[in-house]
Structure formats: C-alpha cells, structure tokens
C-alpha cells in the first residue's frame, strides 16, 4: 500500500466519494454524445469503457471543486497498452466555467503512453501551458495533488511528477474520462489503442483551504 500523505494544516474536506460504496451516480454527471460505457463497480469503482475506435466520455461534477488553495487524493486505474504504456486517452483533470481563461489542471492525463500532469491557462484557446512532467505509472495509482500559490505539484504512487504553474485562482471543477484518441484537436496524442480498455476511478477527496475574510 502506497502511504498517503495528510493535507497541510489548516485544510478541511470539501468533496468525498469512494465508488466502491456508491448506489449511483449522484452529483456526477455523463457528458452528452458520450459513447463509452460509464459503469459502476463495487470492486473497482467508476469506470469509462473504451470496446472500439472513436468512444468516449466524460463524467463531470461541478461540486468537486479545486479551488486556488486544495488537496487532493485520488485512486485511479490507468489501463495499460502494449510495452505497458498508457492505453488510449484516460484522464482525471479540472476546468472552469470558462475555458480556458480560468484554466485547466491534467491531474493525470495519459497521453503519448505516458501518464502526465499538465496545466494549462490564457484568454483564449491559443492558451499557454504551465509546464508538464511525466512518469510510466499505469495500472493502480495513488494520485495526490496540492494546489497553491500558483503551482500544481502532484505524486504518483509517492513519486513525484512535476510541479507546474498555474497563476489563475478561479476554482475549477472534476471530470473523468476515457477515449479511444484520435480527434481533431491532437491526433497523436493517445497511447496505444487498445480494446476493450477501462478506467477506473475507485475514490477522491478534496480538502480546501478557505481564504480569510
């Protein structure tokens, strides 16, 4: 078991799910003209299942909210492809209500086989990108991300990824997903497609340090 570490002080929880335990969906929501299965499992959690070429989806929830000071851990399974690269283009990451002027945060996006934190922000959709850091973790992985003072660190399985800029402060929320990778915006930026595929996301929980009045 990969050890976890306690938030700073001063944090408090905010958002907590674990998939294993839930009857449905809840609060999360399944994105329209999604074509990927989206399940639930009392083994593994909350799933997106890619079975073939050109699926997807994304499962959201507004009231998971990382805002400009949070602590976040995450259990997620990253299905592996050939050479155990990342499969396809699993993903759990943040955005605001408007993209991408308020940002977005790649918590672990697994693109080009590798599994990747990125952020990125700016006025328009020629947005900068805060800077990115990649591992090989596939399968199991204990994600743990903090938020603050503009930076974005994250582990994955106790092993630090990158830390990354992010100077915006509007909170942003979480969504799941799952795809099999080819669109227009980067074609190239999947793994190995590989099917069927799932991604599981087994729990979360978020703690929020609230700003003084």
């Keep these: ?52 070429p050109e699926q997807w989806s994304e499962v959201v929830n507004t009231g998971a909210v990382i805002g400009p000071s949070s602590f976040m851990t995450a259990l997620m399974y990253v299905p592996p492809g050939r050479g155990d690269q990342v499969a396809n283009w699993p993903a759990l990451w943040t955005t605001g209500a408007s993209w991408p002027k308020d940002g977005e945060i790649d918590i672990l996006e697994g693109t080009h086989g590798q599994s990747c934190l990125k952020a990125h922000y ?3 959709r020629a947005h900068e990108i805060g800077g990115s850091g990649c591992n090989g973790a596939t399968g199991w992985v204990q994600i743990v ?8 660190t994250a ?59």
Aim: glycine fraction near 10%.
């Design 145 to 152: 991300m903090w938020r603050s003072n503009g930076v974005v």
């Design 1 to 52: 078991m990969i050890s976890v570490p306690a938030p700073p002080p001063g944090y408090t929880v905010t958002y907590a799910e674990n998939f294993t335990k839930a009857a449905s969906l809840g609060p999360w929501r399944v994105q329209p003209n999604g074509s990927a299965p989206v399940v639930l499992s009392h083994r593994f959690g909350l799933g997106v299942e890619v079975t073939g």
């Design 155 to 213: 582990t994955y399985n106790g092993v630090k990824v990158a830390s990354v800029k992010l100077p915006v402060t509007a909170p942003e929320y979480v969504i799941f997903q799952n795809q099999d990778g080819p669109i227009t915006s980067c074609p190239f930026c999947q793994g190995p497609l590989t099917y069927p595929t799932t991604a599981w996301l087994s729990n979360i929980k978020i703690w929020s340090k609230q700003a003084r009045k």
């Design 122 to 124: 700016g006025p328009d």
